[in-house]
């Protein structure tokens, strides 16, 4: 578990239980099968909507075909009982090995895709399912009864029995999604959800974890489907695989406020009455109106409450807490100060090209970045600067060439495992996570890196301090100026503890004094024997801060030596300035 | 299967796919414009091309308006005009409805408003099933034209094998395709198609320019709305159907729309010839229930392939 949840923890807990209490309370008084059958389908519904929750809201990895899982989780249950004779008690688990199965084969491949085409090729596999299942004569298959041992069986005469099970399983939904947003698992979903690349440079293997979101989440949904099934004493592919089943989670989830434990409970306490209730009622006197009703219910509300009704609530009713001050850094880690760049070079660059199309981006680059200097990269706009850097940390496949860090090559790994050798990366535009504080922000960098989360929670606060943020821990990284995102993308690599930094114009669109604060960070970041290689416009800034310059134009390294001795180079001047300027000084 | 047999059959699946396809290639640009370039995940198009469907059916059969062109014109003509009509219906749903969670309003949110728009137009849809069945009744009707049981033949080819072509498809087949071109014309070469694409590429960007971006997203989903619709009019000629009856084709319009790119709108057109294809070409080798499973399957194995659509374009910039 993260460190400071704790507290969170206990209280959602809290609340689980005291809710399944007051649940199972009110319905042992309910007498009436059929409302009765209305407080099964409740939990039911609401445990499938926390597994779209955890992939989807969390995640954002937006899916339209969770019914994929729903039903394979409720026809391994009903088949295994209708031909191999095995009890629902360990046919529901069965279903929920098979949707984790089912959760491996389908993300293998969909997950290379993003967006849009993710979320509509997860809609696919459901629906062909579907007529698999028709193909195969499983168009409708009753559940057996087994009247010399009903409970055995998972059926009961009693339907009282069949809620509690149905809170049970909800219960163990709920527990797992707690689990999940308070641990890195959860972290590591917002964060991808928020900004992927964003994620991936702080160290994180966002394809494993979205994988692990989908496995969680299939199995979550295989459980429902199963119990689904127990309940309605009969499967048919439209009632597990069909697209309303696979809607439904989407609008309870939605409903109730995405990205929240308690969204989908909220949303299917509201929705599963009010569509059954109507289904009895309205549908008598107008076939029809029913879907009209529900159908207008579920815009007027998301119209009111366009994050759903929980965080409209949350934040009507309840202010969030002022955030505990930040606990100073450990003393011993702070002392690492470092002498002078040694002069061992850190990170060597021979040959390095790429081209997109005819054009040769970066064409051939050499250098190196000694440990302990600050290498300032410059060259005018299109010289192939953050190519160069989307290629040496793995956003961008090299097209020839070497790049080593302390001998170990650069090239052909990922975003993440580029970040795991010990080089954070800053991005020209400010990739942050809105939505999270800024301590969480700093906090994924350091669980990229592959930290527990008590050497996580310390790393995230010293990186704070080193950057002058602490005072800004608890704020929502959206809410930050500019000159604080900049640091805070710094500290967020910082805390990944970095050999090698690469700052990609991280003075871009500052003041002046803003900038000089910046600049003081760095020289800090220095002292203390830092090795930064730094893409910058601003040539007075460079030139307080680089030992070295690194000159591209084309794509092709134009000089490279002191400050002074670059500025004073004709070809540097001619690139930046232009021959006629040149001339000029000349005449 | 003799030669004879198996050369008219493949024959006369592709005629048939190619006459369905440019149907569906119609159905799937009006999702293009709307989900493809405007970004609006809209669950409500299969119910545009429901009542598509029925405004030609009220326009052309019984006391209709347009029931003196007789059965041979009118089914067509209702088609196209079935167009203006739900134009106007959606550029109504998109000023009410569908503005509060796209544009600018969601511009930059983080999930760009698309949980919003998800969630509101399966309302949206919810509401047009049900409340189309309470309005135009349970029995599935349809636009009769003689022309639908009638074809030409081409051939002999091969020994007896014989292309019937069915003349319903054939005009339907022509009136989508003069469609398509002119939708295309207006989108490439107008100023109004020029603002249209600005809008959709860049709604700030285009506010700066001068551009009113609500009304050109409102004009964007109505054509896109009234697009589908006639695609649905001219379907209404040849097969019964229900208020239900949109649900069996947002599928196939999210489809084609993938499988040609999303944000193209001719690669949105040749989707759905694929996927009428695919859907003809199956029947030849499949057992009927597994013909509409070859669609989801031949989709997933594109898409898989060639993630960015046959006819998209992907780049991301860091």
Known sequence: MRIGTAEKLRRDLTILLGLVVIYLGVAWFVPNSYYQLILTLVPIWAAFGVSWNILSGY?????????????????????????????????????????????????????????????????????????????????????????????????????????????????????????????????????????????????????????????????????????????????????????????????????????????????????????????????????????????????????AAPDGLFWTLRDRFFKPKAPAPLPAPHPAARALAVAAPSGVPLMKVAGLSKSFGGLRAVSDVSFTIAEGEILGIIGPNGAGKTTLFNVLNGVLPADGGTATLAGASMLGKKVHQVCRMGVGRTFQVVRGFPRLPLIDNVIVGAYGAGLSDHEAAEAAIRALHRTGLAAQAGVPAGQLTNKQLRLMELARALAGRPRLLLLDETLAGLGREECDDVLNVLDRLRQEGMTIGIIEHTMHAMMQIADRFVVLDHGAVLASGRPREVVEDRSVIEAYLGKKWLAKQDA | MDLETLIESVLN???????????????????????????????????????????????????????????????????????????????????????????????????????????????????????????????????????????????????????????????????????????????????????????????????????????????????????????????????????????????????????????????????????????????????????????????????MLRPQGLFGRSAERA
């Not at chain 1, 406020?257 to 299917?268: C, E, L, M, N, Q």
């Not at chain 2, 003196?68 to 749903?93: E, K, S, W």
Request: some cysteine; glycine content about 14%.
């Open chain 1, 59 to 303: 995640g954002g990895q937006l899916s339209f075909g969770q019914a994929s899982f729903f039903g394979i989780g409720g026809y391994s249950m009903t088949l295994a009982l209708v031909y191999w004779n095995l009890t629902p008690w360990l046919g529901i688990p069965l279903g929920v090995i098979m949707g984790a199965v089912a959760a491996v084969i389908i993300g293998i491949p969909t997950f290379r895709l993003r967006g849009h085409y993710f979320a509509l090729s997860m809609l696919a596999y459901p629906l062909a399912i579907l007529y698999f299942m028709q193909y195969f004569g499983f168009q409708e298959v009753s559940l057996p009864m087994h009247r010399e041992a009903p409970a055995a069986y998972l059926e009961f005469s009693d339907p009282r029995y069949y809620t509690i099970v149905a809170v049970g399983l909800l219960a163990v939904s709920v527990i797992a999604c707690i689990l999940v947003e308070n641990s890195r698992f959860g972290l590591a979903l917002l964060a991808l959800r928020q900004n992927e690349l964003a994620a991936e440079a702080a160290g994180i293997d966002t394809k494993a974890w979205k994988m692990r979101a989908l496995i969680v989440s299939g199995m979550i949904a295989a459980g429902a489907g199963g119990l689904y099934a127990c309940v309605q004493l009969v499967v048919t592919p439209d009632a597990v695989f069909g697209m309303l089943v696979s809607a439904q989670p989407v609008v309870m989830t939605l409903f109730g406020g995405v990205a929240s434990v308690w969204g989908p409970v909220i949303g299917a306490a509201f929705l599963v009455p009010l569509s059954k209730l109507l289904d009895a009622y309205a549908g008598d006197y107008l076939r029809g109106i029913q879907g009209v009703v529900y159908g207008a219910a579920v815009i007027a509300i998301i119209l």
């Open chain 2, 13 to 303: 699946a592709l005629t048939a796919g190619i006459t369905i396809g440019c149907i569906y290639g119609l159905m799937c640009i009006g999702l293009g414009l709307i989900f493809g370039i405007m970004k609006v995940v809209n669950f409500a198009q299969g119910e545009l091309l429901m009542l598509g469907m029925f405004a030609s059916f009220y326009l052309v059969t019984g006391g209709g308006v347009l029931a003196f062109l007789g059965p041979y014109i009118g089914p067509f003509v209702g088609a196209i005009l079935a167009g203006p009509i739900v134009f106007v219906f959606g550029a109504l749903l998109h000023k009410f409805l569908i503005s509060r969670v796209s544009g600018l309003r969601t511009a930059g949110s983080i999930d760009d408003g698309h949980f919003g728009q998800l969630i509101i137009t399966l309302g949206i849809s919810l509401i047009l099933q049900n409340g189309g069945m309470i309005v135009f009744g349970t029995i599935p009707v349809t636009v009769r034209t003689p022309l639908s049981s009638s074809a030409f033949l081409v051939g002999p080819i091969y020994g007896d094998a014989t292309i019937f072509l069915n003349k319903a498809k054939l005009v339907a087949c022509a009136v989508a395709i003069i469609t398509a071109l002119a939708l295309y014309f207006v989108l490439e070469f107008t100023r109004v198609g020029k603002a249209l694409r600005a809008a959709a590429d860049n709604p700030t960007a285009a506010t700066y320019m001068g551009i009113d971006v609500d009304k050109y997203y409102r004009m964007a989903f109505g054509l896109g709305s009234g697009i589908t619709a006639i695609a649905g009019g001219l379907m209404a000629t040849y097969l019964s159907f229900g208020s239900f009856i949109g649900f069996d084709y947002v599928i196939i319009m999210y489809s084609g729309v993938v499988l040609g790119g999303i944000g193209s709108i001719m690669g949105a057109f040749w989707g759905g010839m694929t996927v009428g294809m695919v859907q003809q070409m199956s029947a030849l080798v499949l057992p009927p229930q597994l013909q509409n499973a070859a669609i989801f399957i031949v989709f997933l194995l594109i898409v």
